[in-house]
DNA sequence: CCATTAAAATACCGATCCCTATTAAATTCG
DNA sequence: CGAATTTAATAGGGATCGGTATTTTAATGG
């Protein structure tokens, strides 16, 4: 629609995504108590008050960044949950995707708001409200994928979804530590089919997988 | 053996257990990066020199607090692995009793080691690194107790110990997660409930528990 | 009481924290 | 061109960071 007329007074040196891309990857890596201003500033080759202009405050970048983050990764992810799979189909599927997530080659381990916050200083409790937030509301995503299980008679009408779902929440919470202190792919999947015999009604082989 | 006989000088304000004790629950609450030794010399009552001269630095006050907090809670621990019960059971009360840990009425949430120090400045690295090791040899401490279980006939011979340790590990980090996210003590209950379905050879009920 | 010893308190260090008031540069409009 | 507009860069501010050189306090031994 709007054509990319030119407006008037100098033009911005960085584009908006551009530095939201480089902010989400240090936080993504170093945390939000771990990544200084300084380091986001000269890593976006710019000087604080553009920073400032651009993005509010060091708290306001990290909100953008995140959301950004989250707006490129949730919609090919709740696609796989909300598809036409089975539920338990759409579930391998989303934790396959989480762990090639959490080991993917030149980005930081581990996943960006699973593992994110937990602790902090108290200056910094709203941030990890908010991330916190985040976690709930994906974890909540996929219990009303369950839900619709129950509904469609795919799982029992007497499971507990809240439950479940906060099970493969720990499981995705553990597969990004184990990815920040080093895992690679292949374990992070191995782990991920132990958790799957958990679904209700599988029957567990010796869990020596299919060796 | 020896004598409590007072020594020469100017007698210590602060004793040493009570300063890590104070510094272990100062890092387990706002995690190493978000703790100063501001903080710290606050809590202990004391001044910085003093704060330096007992431990040296703040990494190393970590790395000692960290010790001495492990030293408490691993004895028990370790008892339950290493204890006569049936390793699926063993399992399930250090399960419970991690659960517990997570969280105690007036103690920080979550666990002090399981979702420290993820994320993190690269100047923290040798931090993170030690964490890490901690989290390492817990899980293989598990990994352990699992191939006795296998020597012992409990569990299938061709079963991956170390997978199926690394699952219950993530099931740990989850939990320190969610617990931090404000989960209580029964929630974490149920979801160790669902991820000992997993155990090889278990047959689940429909997971809606006991219900 | 005085010397000795050991620990604590004062006062501060340079560096870095997040952030901003002010000035300079780069563009379009008339 | 000059005025207007928009953004970037310079320079630095107050607070806090981890850490320390120096002095003071509190005990014991003779």
Known sequence: MEKPVRKRGRPPALDRVVGLD????????????GTSTADLTKAMGINPPTLYSMFGSKEELYRQALDFSIARENSRRSEILQSHLRAYDALSLYLYDIADGDTQPDKPRGCMVSTAVLQHAEENASVARMTAALRESSMLTVKARFDRAVEEGELPAQTDTDTLARFYGA????????????????????LIDVALTAWPGKRQTSTGNSV
Chains 1, 2 share one sequence.
């Open 22 to 33: 480089i902010a989400a990857r240090l936080f993504w890596e170093r945390g939000y108590e």
């Open 171 to 190: 499981i995705i919470q553990g597969m990004s530590a184990q990815a920040c202190d080093g895992a690679c792919n292949v374990r992070l999947k191995r």
